[in-house]
């Protein structure tokens, strides 16, 4: 329970300390490079085989009653909507999410924030707001990005290997994938980094000098696993409030 | 010359990183299936990773049966099948996301931690110090983990399993007004035992892919703590893209076979 007040408390620094700081350009390009151009690779693989495997699996449940037409529906809705950003989101934790924590802890450990303390620089204006920016950025790119790979891959499942017409696909995806899903699912995607990312920085952050090196994994592995939890939780609560 | 020759080792790399993890893998069979067994060791290993894992896979699972339930309910109205809603949720459930799920979070939380364990035993030279006093590390640090993660991760599904069709049942049911008799009829009569087998042997496979790369990995592990850090951060990474590849190939394999 003191762990959640100590994360409203960071929370509540850090998002001031972003909003009313915009970080050096040079900075924010660095690092919104290493957030969004590192991630690429890891989330191809994982978004083809996500929209191919959904391909397969919608096949599966709507063969029972001869809806495998519907198929551009389902993967469009159920992908754009609800897997590709929390895919993306979670890939970023997995991530970017353990290289902030990895890299605040080991500086957190060498005293470096200590240091930059002493010289009277806000450690979170420095630190944390220029890495929260980046993401927020990033993020919402690789969610579009996630989204028409995703589709891809679902086109090339159900066409070239269930043999299901092409065109049908498409015009299903016209007829019930919007606008509006798409912009909630980015909206989504940013949302989910943003939160990953705070975790992340807050259990990088969190660590101390007598943790040592173990502090780095211990850090690093829970910023991976509570951001994984926080955005599929908070996935629900924002698809029962959209949607529901 | 030199860039042609660092092309061609940046090219045949993954295959090089394939045959090492093949042939760690045969080295794990035949150290599990010969004795002695430290089954203790192995016991041991499980509690922990039952305790450690319970709370994240549970959370994890739970809101993936609400969200399907929430959505597919918008979908199946459109056709007036909002009765026939339990059988997408619980094959969904059952066959997909909770094997998939768990074993994500397995990885996530189980898998880096006996990575950076072992990682740790290298760095330490407390895996070489097993080796002096004629203690086989592969037997006793590696083969409890990949043994331990084969069988918790099925048992853990067992659990996600209910957590998610429950919370499906409590967005369908009493908050998306699907009558409770018509939920249940469908559940039990289009989710069948071949679809919680199929899910259990999933977790079998992902389970055992899940220590195997944090054996492999952290066995791999040279230099210093940053090096360990690496380690546990890329079994997550690599062991999710694993899965997924893999869950890909089983769900055509079976749609093949027409299970």
Known sequence: MSVLLEFLRFAHRAAVAQFTHVPPLQQLVKHTYQASVGSVALLTMLTVFAGLNLSVQSYATFERFGGQDFLGMFAGIGGVRELYPVMAAVVCGARIGANLAAALANMKISEQVEALEVMSIDPLRFLVAPRLWAVSIALPLLCGYADVIGIGASYVGAVYQLG????????????????????????????????????????????????????VGVATNRAIVHGAVVCIVLNLVMSWALYG | MSGAASLLARVLQPFATVGAISAFFFDVTRTALTSPRYVGETLRIMWILVVRCIIPVGLAVAPVGAVISLQGLEIFRMFGLDRMLSSLLGTAIFREYSPALASVMVAAQAGSSIAARIGTMRVRGQIDALAVMSVDPMRYVVVPGVIACAIVTPLLDVLTNVLGVASGWLFAVPLGGVDHGAFMEHLTAQV????????????????????????????????????VGQAANDTVTQTIVLILLVDYVVSMALLGAGL
């Open chain 1, 164 to 215: 299901l017409d092409g065109g049908t696909f498409f015009s299903q995806l016209k007829q019930f994938v919007h606008l509006p899903d798409l912009l909630v699912g980015v909206f989504k995607g940013l949302v989910f980094g943003w939160i990953v990312a705070l975790i992340a920085c807050f259990h990088g952050y969190r660590a101390a000098k007598r943790d040592g090196a173990e502090g």
């Open chain 2, 192 to 227: 069948t035992a071949a679809d919680l087998w199929v899910g259990l042997g999933k977790c079998v496979l992902f389970g055992t892919a899940v220590g195997l790369l944090a054996g492999y990995l952290g066995m791999k592990v040279k230099g210093g703590a940053e090096a």
